[in-house]
């Protein structure tokens, strides 16, 4: 029996090579896509998946809701709350913190970039890391301890025994010489440990002098807490509202608490480590997250290649069988029962299906380096795995490709066949099946396209949409960690000597800003008290000429105007009087302004402090285009009086090429401050985080496009190719008629293409759908134009086409008497 | 004269084989002419059916129809001669299993600009002709031979065509059925149609007004029939 399937399958080979080198290529094509994306989905969904007890890891956020802003989400917290979570929970077995810091290590005069972590010594016990040399318990009890991942302990050494070895630490400027006191195993799953190249713990300083541990509203990193049991999770999280209403409150002129009402801002939420991936799209201060229906979406788009696949094999295996109806009526005369027959044509389709499972498999090989390299994510195949899947594709793509043409042809009747002058085409119902199918994949196709133009469409829109400033020509360094006004001054003069240079600022946010303060203004005007939570930057002279925003209305800060300079921060927090700001055009409708000219001249309030508002800017985006833009305020300063808190300049330049003139910024921040690593980078590279997910993944959706009409097509060759067998005799008639081979030709091109289009009116409502709940997460997006729309129908139809055009030429031109002769 | 063939050849041509189908046929047939071509098995009768039906071109000759020369017309023009002037009946009706009885008949007219209503007013009295009318709404495998076969001579005749073209239009049938067929032919030349009909059946060839004989792709013997 098996013999005589594989016999039976070498000579339907030999016959046909068109029809069963379509049929493997196309279902190959479609195990292909589906096992690389199942292991795509399936890394996107073992994120932390890996660590020990996982169930009962979690991360604590804050959730602001301020004042004339939208709500918001934070991964890094104050450290505030952490003394007081292991008394008043007993539930909570441990509680670390873990806090991103840029690390350096200078050699020669070059600085490497490392990425850090403080955490607390309970961090490894907590997530029962491994270590390959070192003790866990004890690696970062010291204050000068020092925990490597193995690729840092080889780019520092060399090698990965190296505990006791110094290692000098550059923390923007400040230096430590830490110990190496561990060498870290490669983490269990990716996550929490990505990119982390060392820890640190939190030095006793840090724990007494930085704000974060010391305010409940001020925040700088995570922190990560391990539950007794995983239903701890939720009990503890619906406690925490009266937690922070214990914990949080005091006087309203209290620094340290959140005021009398801390829940009314504030609030307190558990994200279990094992959801963070999917959730912390939502959450600032994350990176690394991607939507989870993205990724549903995308092993969607594997499971229906696979779908595609095999619905491929079905329409051409039926199309097939009244090619081989003379085959079983004989068969069957000669006494072949049923189940015998059945069985023979199960076993070809589980053959054909075995060797597409394994060109599938080579597919996945290839794919595999292509989807890691566009996602950036580190996915491999993994034969253990793929070892389990593939059998059960090869078995579950046999058998949905096999059973219904098996049932078929298995049960033609003999005489029928035999004494008829015509093969069988199944029927109106096979008929029906086979037009069906093809309408499938192409409805699936066509969603699949509509959906990457939109996605294509979208991330361009945002790469080039207007972001309230000038990028070209323009280059941004790094936070100056300096409060030092004379450093800060002899920083401008500097860079403006620099020849090419044209102008110089500094400002104390940045695209893709490295620290963001907010604090609510009071404005008392016809619409009553409002009061809106804004974004704090201070700028200085020449901010208007580098970074080029638009003005709206009113004027631009001038050091001759005395009110403009300031306040000071100390100003701020604790003085009264009066200053000019400007605020951007988010904030003057927040405040009720219909117009940009009516904000000009009127004041805001915060405590004793009034400012005047003498100029209303355009919208400057420096954040994520997913996020909508905060109201913000402008303060200035001359750098005669005030100091900028970390500023970070940036230059207009012309005549030099970018290249040459961050060289010339790089060397000149040197001369003063050796000591902190300068990187002059273009607004663009700066921000990049922010679009680079979203297009890797419109690739992907590219790719999947390309893959779903690729299948598509072989479907609809398959039907036109059988199609074209069939009709030959009734196109004879027809021009035996008086038909011209045009005529012919739009009646065939017609009848192929009329699945098609009917696919289009099935998959642009879906695709609407979905596209409009995606462009949904953005703050600024494009609309759904019926033109995308439109091209995408128009490509199918065009390249459907050209799938069947072939065929259908073939069969117009074909000669009457001879194709009446092919009866 | 309406159909004037003179020196007409016919070759086939596979790899290695080259055969003759039809050699040197001479052949006029007049307006309202009724000619039965006789012959054995492969001698070319079908072959010279269908170039005179101009689904095949003959390798070397001419074929004049009502003095236009045909044999150098591309395929469209030849596609236009055919709507505009022939009608066919085969031998196996070649009627299009997936359209109605009706359909069928008005694909003769439908590549012609023809208005639908009168389209339908020519396919019900062609139908009506032939009786099977009752039928219009059936699909050909729902008719029994004899009903095809006069839904195919409906489809030949309802486009008012010139001349008739008959591949063994009884071949199929039984006798009765067969008598049926031939009733039609022949009042159809007595309303003035020229019929060119291919048979095997000598009593059926004695019906027509002349009677060509084929042998080996030549034509061997026309006489006409005393009628």
């Known amino acids: 029996m098996i013999a005589s399937i594989f016999r039976s399958v070498l000579r339907q080979t030999r016959r046909h090579p068109l029809y069963v080198g379509l049929n493997i290529f196309g279902l190959a094509l479609g195990i292909g896509v589906f096992l690389t994306l199942t292991l795509l989905v399936r890394y996107e969904y073992s994120f932390n998946a890996g660590f020990t007890d996982a169930d009962r890891l979690a991360r604590m956020d804050e959730r602001w809701s301020m004042p004339g802003t939208t709500p918001y989400e934070s991964a890094d917290v104050s450290f505030r709350a952490v003394p007081f979570f292991k008394q008043d929970f007993p539930e909570i077995e441990e509680v670390v913190t873990f806090t991103k810091t840029n690390l ?316 008829a002058t015509r093969m069988p085409a199944g029927g109106r119902r096979a008929a029906l099946l086979r037009n069906g199918l093809v309408v499938g994949q192409f409805s699936i196709a066509i969603c699949i396209v509509i959906c990457t133009l939109v996605i294509d469409r979208q991330t361009s829109f945002m790469r080039n949409a207007d972001r309230g400033y000038v990028r070209s020509g323009l280059l941004i ?110 904030a003057a409708r927040a405040f009720g302004f219909e117009k940009a000219d009516d904000a000009v001249g009127k004041i805001l309030r915060t405590d004793a402090k009034h400012f005047t508002i003498i100029g209303v800017i355009e919208d400057i985006r420096f954040s994520s285009p997913r996020e909508s833009i905060s109201p913000e305020i402008l303060f200035f300063s001359s750098l005669q009086r005030i100091a900028f808190d970390n500023p970070v300049p940036a230059v207009r330049f012309s005549g030099v090429t970018r290249m040459l003139m961050a060289e010339r910024l790089d060397r000149a921040w040197r001369t003063l401050l050796p000591d902190v690593a300068s990187h002059f980078a273009p607004a663009d590279e700066l921000m990049e985080t922010y679009y680079s997910g979203d297009e890797r993944r419109g690739n992907l959706f590219t790719l999947g496009a390309v893959a779903a009409l690729l299948i598509a097509c072989l479907g609809l060759y398959g039907l036109a190719a059988f199609a074209a067998a069939r009709r030959v005799h009734e196109i004879g008639i027809r021009k035996t008629l008086g038909a011209t081979a045009g005529q012919t030709l739009v009646l065939l091109l017609q009848d192929f293409l009329k699945p098609v289009f009917v696919a289009c009116f099935m998959a642009c409502p879906v695709s609407w759908l979905l596209m409009r709940q995606w462009l949904n997460g953005f703050d600024e997006r494009i609309a759904l134009s019926p033109a995308l729309f439109l091209l995408a129908i128009g490509g199918a139809a065009l390249i459907a086409t050209c799938t069947v055009l072939g065929q259908t030429l073939h069969l117009a031109r074909a000669e009457p008497a001879r194709a009446l002769r092919a009866e | 004269m309406l159909i004037q063939l003179s020196h007409i050849q016919r070759l086939y041509r596979s790899d290695e084989v080259e055969t003759t189908a039809l050699q040197d046929i001479e052949l006029g047939i007049g307006h309202g002419e009724f000619v039965a071509i006789m012959g054995p098995s492969g001698c070319g009768k079908s072959t010279l059916l269908n170039i005179l039906g101009t689904i095949d071109r003959p390798t070397a000759g001419s074929y004049r129809f009502g003095g236009e020369e045909l044999t150098h017309l591309k395929e469209a023009a030849l596609a236009k001669f055919r709507r505009e002037n022939l009608g066919y009946i085969f031998q196996s009706f070649n009627l299009i299993d997936e359209l109605t009885i009706e359909e069928n008949i008005e694909l003769a007219l439908i590549y012609r600009t023809i208005p639908k209503s009168e389209r339908r007013s020519r396919v019900a009295h062609a139908m009506d002709r032939v009786g099977i009318a009752h039928r219009a709404r059936h699909y050909p495998s729902q008719l029994s031979g004899g009903q095809q076969q006069r839904a195919a001579i409906a489809r030949a005749i309802v486009g008012q065509p010139r001349l008739i073209l008959a591949d063994e239009p009884t071949g199929n049938l039984d006798t009765e059925n067969g008598t049926q067929v031939m009733d039609i032919l022949q009042t159809l030349n007595d309303e003035g149609a020229t019929i060119i009909m291919v048979t095997h059946s000598p009593s059926h060839a004695d019906l027509a007004k002349r009677r060509v004989d084929m042998l080996d792709g030549q034509i061997v013997i026309s006489v006409r029939n005393a009628i």
Request: net charge neutral; with cysteine; charged share 20%.
């Open chain 1, 477 to 586: 360094g790094q936070q100056m960690h300096s409060q030092d006004i004379g450093l800060q001054r002899r920083m401008m003069d500097t860079l403006r000597a620099i020849p090419g240079v044209t102008s110089v600022t500094l400002g104390e946010l940045e695209p893709n800003p490295h620290s963001l303060t907010r604090t609510t203004f009071l404005h008392e005007g016809s619409k009553g008290r409002i009061k809106v939570q804004m974004l704090r930057d201070r700028v200085s002279s020449d901010y208007r000429d580098t970074y080029q925003p638009h003005l709206l209305a009113g004027r631009w800060f001038d050091a001759e105007h005395g009110q403009d300079d300031g306040p000071s921060n100390e100003e701020f927090e604790n003085g009264n009087g009066n200053w000019n700001v400007i605020i951007n055009s988010k």
């Open chain 1, 104 to 419: 350096y290590v200078q050699k020669n005069g070059q600085f490497t970039h490392f990425a850090g972590q403080t955490t607390d010594p309970a961090f490894f016990r907590m997530l029962s890391l491994r270590f390959l040399h070192g003790n866990p318990a004890t690696a970062l009890t010291r204050p000068d301890g020092l925990v490597l991942s193995q690729r840092t302990a080889m780019t520092l050494f060399g090698k990965y025994d190296v505990l006791g070895k110094i290692v000098e630490i550059n923390r923007s400027g400040q230096k430590t010489i830490q110990v190496v006191t561990g060498i870290l195993a490669a983490p269990p799953s990716p996550g929490l440990l990505d990119d982390v190249d060392m820890l640190l713990p939190v030095t006793p300083q840090e724990r007494l002098t930085r704000s974060c541990f010391r305010f409940w509203g001020s925040s700088c990193g995570e922190i990560l807490l391990k539950f007794r049991r995983p239903e701890d999770i939720a009990s503890v999280n619906a406690r925490l509202f009266d937690f922070v209403n214990t914990r949080a409150a005091g006087p309203a002129d209290d620094d340290v608490s959140l005021g009398p009402a801390p829940t009314k801002t504030y609030t307190l939420s558990i994200v279990p480590i094992l959801k963070m991936h999917f959730h912390d799209v939502n959450v600032e201060d994350t990176d690394n997250s991607v939507e989870q229906y993205v990724i549903d979406s995308i092993g969607l788009i594997g499971l229906l290649a696979l779908i595609l696949g095999c619905a491929n094999a079905v329409n051409l295996a039926t199309a097939r069988a009244g090619l081989r109806a003379r085959e079983v009526a004989l068969r069957k005369t000669l006494g072949a029962p049923r189940h015998v027959l059945f069985g023979q044509f199960m076993g070809e389709a589980m053959v054909v299906s075995l060797v597409a499972g394994l060109c599938g498999l080579a597919f996945c090989e290839a794919f595999t380096p292509a989807i890691a390299s566009i996602t950036g994510e580190a996915i491999r195949v993994d034969y253990g795995f793929i070892g389990l899947l593939l059998p059960l594709v090869i078995i579950s793509s046999g058998l949905a490709s096999g059973v219904y043409p098996a049932l078929v042809l298995s049960g033609y009747q003999p005489a029928a066949i035999l004494a």
